[in-house]
């Protein structure tokens, strides 16, 4: 699983210094020229010192970033290359900046100060300057003590604590405003958190929002049945507990359910080559890197994107990024694995990807790396930059013996074929059952026909386990009846005599016949040629009391049902009616106990037209005059990928007692919505007929109609 992984963990306050909350301070801010502490540059400095919660002096600095500042970023700070021409370098800045500070032991306050202070400690390695300053981020602080807000960006929360307007953007001015939102907070702190002293903010305001925090990828592999397990209980809280626009785990759940996985770093979304792009030092790789069962590195064309964007220079600082993580690798003794980010197989069908990223509204189709599966030897002569050995190493030898770490394993228990619900006492129960009716509608002696009929069906009911959903059909239909809604079987439950017996069908699937209603003499002498059921027969008087006979009898085998071996799972579809479905579904859950009965998912994939649309669409865009047959091969490319997800009309999918729904299968809600408390399966039900037992409880109109009339006119269908 390619997973989205947050990092729950990050104290507010990073550093060991401890002091009190009206203490001295540096509120600090930093205007830069990108967002890459490894490749971009400080532009200024802007500080202010606060002592006992009052300003005490301020201190401000253009740095000379000795490259261009790019257009976008002086069009949102206006700081130009005139401004910073003259000004100090960034060895001559930053020693300056630490005098103000008092020596590189204070406590800096900023806002994201892991971005603030990723420079200065990026700063601080170039110019073998000590960095071990301890800081205060206030963005968690602000999210933690407003919730309410939109968002929590400088500007927002200054307005929001009416602290008047500023020159946002501007470092000078962005410390003079972040003192005074400081000060605002440490009252706070103290008088609705009972926070005194700094260390005590990471205690007192635990937890991060999840819905704030920066996601990154992460791949995580199954090493065995115990990890399965744990990837379905992630999949499963990711979905549940933490989905925001995607699904994502944090870090503190991912330690949780650890056992029996393999994490992976990921590309270059994942949080480790973030860092080295981030320039962040060498203790913080290894720090993030120590955490990873295993290390990645992917082809130079898979991230050439940051180079288009700027975020690398070209495609030799690319593979210095590699180098970098395969000495991490080296140093802590984690396997670095050469991997694809494989989308598609082959090449040629990035297209499809490009058609399907346009269709979703993404622009820069056009440049998405080509992230197909490539050969081995593809693959050595992609990394030969790291030396013959070290290539074989990372692209064999290191994925074959994660490869080979992890069992062969099913998605979902296979050690039996289906596993059903349970009963005390249902074998007997339904037995007892179905010959009671039949004795009533058929005498003390049985036909011979009868007879055969239900001694084949039980013995194949019971003895296949399915004895149990047989009385769990027979409950609903009883309680419904009971509470006045009558139900209507439908599909292949009418071929099971049993099934008419036990009153779950109205279908009497035995041979057409007459069987009278007072005496129970029973007539099987038909011509079956002439007459195909029961109903079709003309009316006829029983030659022993007279009454008038019953026509009963549709001629359906048993293996309609359960198959020509009698071992296929039931699929018992019962038609309530639509009032009536939700309390039936919530009785489901009553009689097998919660944790035990989940609404069927289903996975919806792009149909044929969406994918024309899409076609046609990107081709009149890209200026592509394609023919009918490359126009056909395109939608067909494209037909069939997952869009999203649902729930099954009315299906229940049923775990035994004994079991636990993530021996099978994660749970969600329907298309990732939480309103309500519908929670599907994650797979597509189809998945696993052959596993898990399935109940169809469906709505519909007639009994609902039945019901009215029935209230209405006093009469009982």
Known sequence: VESYFINDMIPIVNGEKDMPLMGSYIVFDLETTGLSAGNDRITEIGAVKLENGEVLDSFNIFVNPQRPIPEKITQLTGITDEMVADAPLEEEALRQFYAFCGGEDAVLVAHNAPFDTGFIKAAASRCKMPYRFTAIDTVPIARKLFPNLRNHKLDTVAKHLQLGNFNHHRACDDARILAEIYIKLTQILQKEKEIQSIQQINTGLSGVDYKNAYSYHQIILVKNLTGLKNLYQLVSKSHLDYYYKKPRIPKSELIRYREGLILGSACEAGELFRAVVDGKSWGELCSIAKFYDFLEIQPIQNNMFMVHNGTAKDEEQLRSYNRTIVRLGDTLKIPVCATCDVHMMDEKDNIFRQILLAGMGFKDTDQQSPLYLRTTDEMLREFSYLGEEKAREV?????????????????????????????PGANDELRNMALKKAHEIYGDELPEGVQKRLDKELNSIIGNGYSSLYLMAQRLVHKSNSDGYLVGSRGSVGSSFVANMAGITEVNALQPHYVCPNCRHSDFDIDRTKYACGVDMPDKDCPVCGAKYKKLGYEIPFEVFLGFKGDKTPDIDLNFSGDYQPVAHKYV?????????????????????????????YCEANGINASKDEMDRMVQGCTGVKKTTGQHPGGIVIVPKENDIMEFTPVQYPADRSEGDTITTHFDFHAMDDRLVKLDILGHDDPTVLRMLKDITGLDP
Not at 395 to 420: H, Q, W
Not at 599 to 614: N, W
């Open 395 to 423: 692209v064999i030898t290191n994925p074959n013996m994660i490869a080979d770490s992890c069992e062969r394993m099913k998605a979902f228990l296979s050690e039996k074929g289906t596993y059903a619900p349970t009963f």
């Open 589 to 617: 859950e009553v009689m097998f106990g919660e944790g035990h009965a989940f609404r069927a998912g289903t996975i919806s994939g792009v149909k044929d037209k969406i994918a024309y649309g899409y076609v046609r669409s």
